[in-house]
């Protein structure tokens, strides 16, 4: 039994309804759970060590279409059989990305490493990053919400924590729009 099949016949009204939270929301709730019982079907199903820990969440943000983005982030299962499951070594570093009129900001969080074991390749609308060291292994390719110059990236490392800022080729652009005064 999963912790999300026991109550679920008491959540079958939607505890958020008295405060007015709108659909997106509970849409939102009602995919982390199915995430997380797939997460742990898949852990249940697998070789894992005894004793090795392993990471697996989620970062929930609103786009810029005013929409909000899951992005699963840690350790993934991965399939070694029809029957047998294990968990990667690498984990998928938790991102956040920031468009700019001028650049696009990323920022990685990539704790217990060293900056020289940072291996980070960009092209025009992909941004890899790869850490392989002994105690610790990340991977995450990043498709970039436009176009840059990849020679115009710029990266810093601190705590923990990549930021990473490359130039856009192309200014964003916006629509003129008409300013209204409110009475």
Not at 96 to 110: A, K, L, M, R
Request: charged share 35%; net charge negative; aromatic share 8%.
């Amino acid at each position: 039994m999963y912790p999300f099949d026991k109550d679920r016949e008491k959540r079958s009204r939607d505890p958020f309804d008295f405060f007015g939270i709108d659909d997106d929301f509970n849409h939102i709730l009602r995919n982390m759970e199915k995430m997380w019982e797939s997460a742990l079907k898949d852990i249940s199903n697998s070789n894992i060590e005894p004793g090795k820990s392993f990471v697996h969440g989620f970062n929930i943000n609103i786009g810029q279409d005013g929409k909000p983005k899951i992005q699963e982030f840690g350790h993934h299962p991965k399939k070694i059989s029809d029957s047998k499951h294990t968990i990667s070594d690498e984990q998928e570093p938790l991102t956040d990305i920031i468009e700019g009129d001028e650049d696009v900001s990323i920022t990685i969080e990539i704790p217990g490493v060293e900056k020289n074991d940072i291996d980070l390749n960009v092209t025009e609308n992909k941004l890899e990053i790869t850490v392989d060291n002994f105690k610790r292994k990340y991977h995450k390719l990043i498709e970039l919400p436009c176009n840059v110059i990849p020679k115009k990236t710029k990266a810093t490392y601190n705590n923990g924590i990549l930021d990473i800022n490359i130039k856009r080729k192309e200014r964003k652009k916006y629509r003129e729009g008409y300013h209204v005064n409110i009475d």
